[in-house]
């Protein structure tokens, strides 16, 4: 006879949010700031979303490991999630890399920085591990996900994304068995496995994994041991699994938080600077792919009390005006005209400039007559009086950072190069 539950297995369990990834890809976005910390959505960092996720679906313990220029990330954490209570049984954890049990100052990988904290976890008595990446953008329930997991009986399961075969080389690819068993975990295939009954989509890996808690800590004391190991969950202690114990894929579409207006399952990478771009500006669309509306499944973070936005002068050429964009609170349009575009907080945009298609993080000033096209600009940039961006692809290359799709990505530092 199955014991009845009694209550969510969310309240038994801890969120572990890897969060020192340097970012990259993301050139000068991350010169001062790792990738979860990266602003997104007008208000929210990167890394909300997976806080948000965890927060939502009922875990109140949570803890987030950080290295790579950790101080905004820190700092951002202080201030927007600092209301767990202990003695509501509620925890959050910083984690910085601080050669707790090694001479070596970093985390290895994945799996060490969850080992370096081993006693900080089980200090907590939790049953379950949510293993989390906390640089996606996504809605998840993962109280679904630990139903699955006890359900299953599975040593590890694995959050995993149904795409097109031929897109998955870029991912960990499972392969599965009728019951999405995984049979082999193949990283970054050259010609990935199908799903079975589904040949021209494979499974891929989002970085999610559930464990119980004992388990992965007798996991992560055997791969420490391992002198030949990477310390990696998808290069190490995942295949070990697979191999010698019960992997199960869960698949995205079963858990995905998706409101009324929400027709597909979203996730995204934002990577890029394209990617990073696309996603900011596919939430100014009349029915955006991703509902950041929904009061149901809220993105939780630091928000600051700040006034509301305001826009001023009502002249022919000189009218403060927006269409199809999201305006933060403290942002000021003063005679500028905003047509697809997503300004964060503290924005000023002065009189006779035009922004179209523009991504503008906090506390950017734009100068008078400026026009700028298809553009990230980073905080605190003052961009010049005149200056146009978006028209002239071979001069944009030369000053800015110019993607392959045409976005440019603005700093201070260039626009002082300009010497304008």
């Known amino acids: 006879m199955v014991e009845k539950r009694t209550q ?51 875990i109140r313990r949570i803890g987030v490991a950080t290295q790579y220029k950790a101080h905004s990330l820190i700092r951002h954490l202080q201030r927007g999630w600092n209301f ?20 070596t100052q970093w985390y290895e990988g994945t799996a060490d920085a969850v080992f370096q904290n081993i006693d900080i976890i089980e200090d907590h008595g939790v049953e379950y591990m949510v293993i989390l990446a906390g640089d996606h953008i996504y809605k998840m329930d993962y109280e679904l996900m630990l139903q699955q997991h006890v359900d299953s009986g599975a040593d590890v399961t694995i959050g995993c994304l149904e ?11 499972m392969h599965v068995d009728d019951k999405d ?42 791969d420490a041991a391992d002198p030949k190991s990477s310390r990696d969950f998808g290069k190490d202690i995942i295949p070990h699994i697979v191999e010698h114990g019960k992997a199960v894929a869960h698949r995205f579409t079963h858990s995905c938080v998706r409101s ?20 900011n500006i596919d939430l100014t669309h009349i029915t955006p792919e991703l509902d ?20 001023v002068h009502d002249d022919e050429d000189r009218r ?24 964060f907080t503290g924005v000023r945009v002065n009189s006779y400039s035009r922004l179209e298609n523009a991504v503008v993080l906090p506390d950017v000033t734009v100068g008078r007559h400026s026009i700028l096209r298809n553009v990230v600009i980073d905080s605190r940039v003052v961009i010049p009086e005149g200056l146009v961006v ?19 990505l603005i700093t201070q530092t260039m626009i002082d190069k300009l010497g304008m």
């Open 320 to 343: 403060g005006s927006a269409t199809s964009s999201l305006v933060s609170g403290d942002c000021i349009i003063s005679g500028a005209m905003l047509n697809k575009s997503l300004l």
């Open 163 to 173: 795409v097109p075969r031929m897109e998955a080389t870029g991912f960990g690819v």
């Open 84 to 103: 767990f209570r202990p003695e509501r049984n509620e925890s959050f954890d910083i984690l910085p890399a601080s050669q707790r049990v090694s001479e």
């Open 181 to 222: 068993r995984i049979i082999a975990f193949v990283e970054k295939p050259a010609d990935p496995p199908g799903i079975p009954g589904n040949p021209e989509m494979a499974l891929a890996s989002m970085g999610i994994y559930v464990f119980h808690t004992k388990f992965l800590m007798d996991m992560l004391r055997r």
């Open 292 to 311: 950041i509306y929904d009061s149901t499944w809220p993105i939780w973070t630091f928000s600051e009390i700040k006034p509301p936005a305001k826009f």
């Open 8 to 58: 969510p297995l969310a309240r038994d369990a801890m969120a572990y949010v890897l969060a020192g990834g340097r970012g990259s890809r993301l050139k000068e976005l991350t010169d001062r700031r790792a990738k979860p910390a990266v602003y997104f959505g007008g208000k929210a960092r990167i890394i909300d979303f997976a806080l948000s996720n965890a927060l939502n679906s009922g």
């Open 390 to 408: 978006g028209d002239d692809p071979e001069l944009d290359a030369k000053r800015f950072r110019r993607t392959e799709n045409g976005v440019c």
């Open 260 to 279: 009324d207006f929400e027709r597909e399952a979203y996730w995204r990478d934002v990577g890029t600077i394209d990617a990073y771009w696309q996603a």
